[in-house]
């Protein structure tokens, strides 16, 4: 079954310092892979996602994940974070149903000044 | 647009009650899925509908749980009886294609704690 382990429940960082969170995902075929932010009291919104080509995504805001299918990682990072990136991440897989997600259990990103 | 919208966004009840949560998803989003999230644990599917019809229900966690979609449009979950470990946040997302691939976007949330 598709799945994905979040290493870090909590991530403090300072502002405009790099972070990274980590995600692993376990799969025995083609992977299409995703990541959810939920900022404060609003809903789980798309961030990036994986589904061929270029392994390296980025999104609007300046996040980017790298697809490594040697290392089964699908990590997040920025180089230089804000404090509105403040939020929950999910990383998530797509199921073998092919439309149900499988999420991680959610890093917390906490930017601080 | 509206996005995907879910009601109450808290509810508290007592175990033994009765709790419906409603999801009303994007205007023409024949897709509907209900995810949960207990307290410390992954997001978890919990069912999916095409338009008025349960094509998934396979993350259901027992027969106290029961959802709807009338007409094809909003969706309710009702859990009845409700108990302790039924505590979490229900998300809802729709899409209009089959397939996550396509984003299924999710709503706020419902936060619904048993005591």
């Known amino acids: 079954a598709q799945s994905v382990t979040q290493l870090d429940s909590q991530v403090p960082v300072f502002e405009e310092a790099p972070v990274e969170l980590r995600c692993n995902y376990s799969s025995s075929v083609s992977v299409y892979l995703f990541w959810y932010v939920q900022y404060p009291n609003q809903g789980l919104q798309l961030l990036l996602k994986y589904l061929s080509g270029s392994t390296l995504v980025e999104s609007i805001n300046g996040f980017e994940a790298e697809f490594n299918k040697s290392q089964t990682s699908f990590h997040l990072r920025k180089p230089s974070v804000h404090i509105s990136d403040t939020a929950e991440y999910f990383c998530a897989v797509l199921s073998n149903s092919g439309y149900a997600l499988n999420f991680g259990k959610g890093t917390s990103l906490l930017v601080t000044p | 647009e509206a996005g995907v919208t879910q009601f109450p966004s808290h509810s508290v009840i007592e175990k033994g009650q009765t709790v419906t949560l409603r999801c009303d998803p994007i205007s023409g989003h024949d897709n509907l899925y209900w995810y949960r999230r207990v307290m410390g644990k992954e997001i978890k599917f919990l069912l999916h509908?095409?338009?008025?019809?349960?094509?998934?229900e396979s993350g259901m966690p027992n027969n106290r749980f029961l959802a709807e979609r009338t007409g094809g449009t909003y969706s309710t979950l009702k859990v009845q009886p409700a108990e302790l470990e039924d505590s979490g946040v229900y998300f809802c997302?729709?899409?209009?294609?089959?397939?996550?691939?396509?984003?299924?976007?999710f709503g706020q949330g419902t936060r619904l704690t048993v005591v």
């Open positions: 509908f095409v338009k008025e019809s349960k094509q998934d």
């Open positions: 997302a729709s899409s209009q294609v089959l397939g996550a691939i396509t984003e299924a976007f």
